[in-house]
T-cell receptor, first 113, second 115 residues
């Protein structure tokens, strides 16, 4: 069975640009979350979606947005990129919620120059 | 708010040594506790979990016991291998007011095991 898949794996963008990151959850998983991991730090929660509805949002600016599609895949969008947005962006899926343990993808490494 | 504090790394051990990585937490509700592992260049993998006090999570020789009285969830392994070299993250989620949706992570502890 395929795990959580994310695309692209690496990305280089210029300040001020926009980026879209994509995630496909494990088949049957309806909950998808996004995390930002800055080098040397633990992942920070950005969004969670369940059954295509936003269930939670972390302390991130409005430049960050996301959505979940009918097939439960998800996109994370970041507008007006800043150098500080450079990080590993992780997608995680779960059957219901975090108690069951999320399965993480390998992430998208975003570099903003 | 919720928070997780892990022992500072890096931790360097010789093969077959005993491993302990300390983790303590602060939570507004009744948390579930997790250890995740991140190998170089990869995403996070769930290593073990415990959802109520005194539960012991275990996997691949690693163990951690949910200690409510000391708000701790220390990770242990009796004999580490070179292949255990990775970054280990302690994390929690709380089932409080329907907010059972996000993981709060510690900063991670880098473990290097030398042959």
């Amino acid at each position: 069975d395929a795990g959580v898949t994310q695309s692209p794996t690496h990305l280089i963008k210029t300040r001020g640009q926009h980026v879209t990151l994509r995630c496909s959850p494990i088949s049957g998983h309806k909950s998808v979350s996004w995390y930002q991991q800055v080098l040397g730090q633990g992942p920070q929660f950005i969004f969670q979606y369940y059954e295509k509805e936003e269930r939670g949002r972390g302390n991130f600016p409005d430049r960050f947005s996301a959505r979940q599609f009918p097939n439960y895949s998800s996109e994370l969008n970041v507008n007006a990129l800043l150098l500080g947005d450079s990080a590993l962006y992780l997608c995680a899926s779960s059957l219901v919620g975090a108690n069951y343990g999320y399965t993480f993808g390998s992430g998208t490494r975003l570099t903003v120059v | 708010g919720d928070s997780v504090t892990q022992m500072e790394g890096p931790v360097t051990l010789s093969e077959e040594a005993f491993l302990t990585i300390n983790c303590t937490y602060t939570a507004t509700g009744y948390p579930s506790l997790f250890w995740y592992v991140q190998y170089p260049g990869e995403g996070l993998q769930l290593l073990l979990k415990a959802t109520k006090a005194d539960d012991k999570g275990s996997n691949k020789g690693f163990e951690a016991t949910y200690r409510k009285e000391t708000t701790s969830f220390h990770l242990e392994k009796g004999s580490v291998q070179v292949s255990d070299s990775a970054v280990y993250f302690c994390a929690l989620t709380t089932n409080s007011g329907g907010s059972n949706y996000k993981l709060t992570f510690g900063k991670g502890t880098l473990l290097t095991v030398n042959p």
